[in-house]
């Protein structure tokens, strides 16, 4: 294997480990065995995981190097999905898989673009890097837009049903990721411990643009996830309440998500053409309004009008 394979075979991996299937029933999943301040504590645990772990792994990346980080991230993610797909509801055994996952999720973090990029530079070609990344990121979500509409409908035979779907979408990840190749590291090996690395990435959030993009990333990612977790109870209230529904919940759960989906491919695929034409700050700021006006609505009304509003 050389380099080449990496650049030839990244987005496939990346394609393969965002299939998850389960995203569109996940809430439902859970709630139909759990009081839903179970579920609120599951995904608690869930972030909490990730915040704890995202640190920690980077310094692993760095240290240890980018494929075994990938490895344990692709293998993180399946026995997650192995735990939840063929265990019995238990609160306990739904603690360990959203470790599992969030082992995946917090050892990808990161690691995938530097392990992307360290690849192209190599190779001379780290001035791709971006338009290469961004296509990688529109056919990333194409492929999880397939995912989660399969994982609608197959979830509304079985709701762990869409875990061993997404199970079998990953292998071809797990199996991409041990054949990887480790790129050359920029300073990694020398750098210094990381209380030091942390002390640096303080430092450099005097830069003004830099505070600024950070503070609206963190901003953006916690009011996504709002609609994000509670689309789906919303959906069930609508099927239970108003009786607006002929069909599971969780088929109208994946046509939604895998149409989000298809959105975001579009958005992410001219992100550098309208970064470039309307400005990064702009963009931003459009974000914001789109999850403000979509939590409002989702707070203020119980209806289908407001279904096509999750689509933006």
Known sequence: MSLDFNIKYYPLYRASISMMAWLPVFF?????????????????????????????????????????????????????????????????????????????????????????????????????????????????????????????FIGALHLNYAYLLSFILVIPGVIISFLFVEPDQLESKTSKGILDQSKTVLHTLRQHELKWVFIFTVVLYIMTHIPYEFYQPYLKLLEMDHGLFSVDAAIYSGIIFAITRVMGSIAATNSIRLRDRYGLKMLCWTAIALQLFLIAMMGILLSIWVLPLILL
């Open 28 to 152: 439902l999943y859970f709630n139909q065995s759990l009081e839903i301040k179970e579920v609120i504590l599951l995904e608690s645990i869930y972030y909490m995981s990730v915040v704890l772990l995202e640190v920690p792994s980077g310094y692993f990346s760095d240290k240890i190097g980018r494929k075994i980080t990938l490895i344990i991230s692709s293998l993180g993610f399946a026995v997650g999905y192995l735990l939840f797909g063929l265990s019995q509801p238990d609160f306990v055994v739904f603690c360990v898989g959203q470790v599992a996952l969030a082992i995946g999720m917090s050892f990808m973090s990161g690691t995938n673009t530097a392990f992307y990029f360290e690849s192209l530079q190599a190779q001379g070609k780290e001035n791709e890097f971006a338009d290469r990344e961004a296509k990688v990121v529109g056919a990333t979500e194409l492929a999880s837009a397939v995912a989660v509409l399969l994982g609608g």
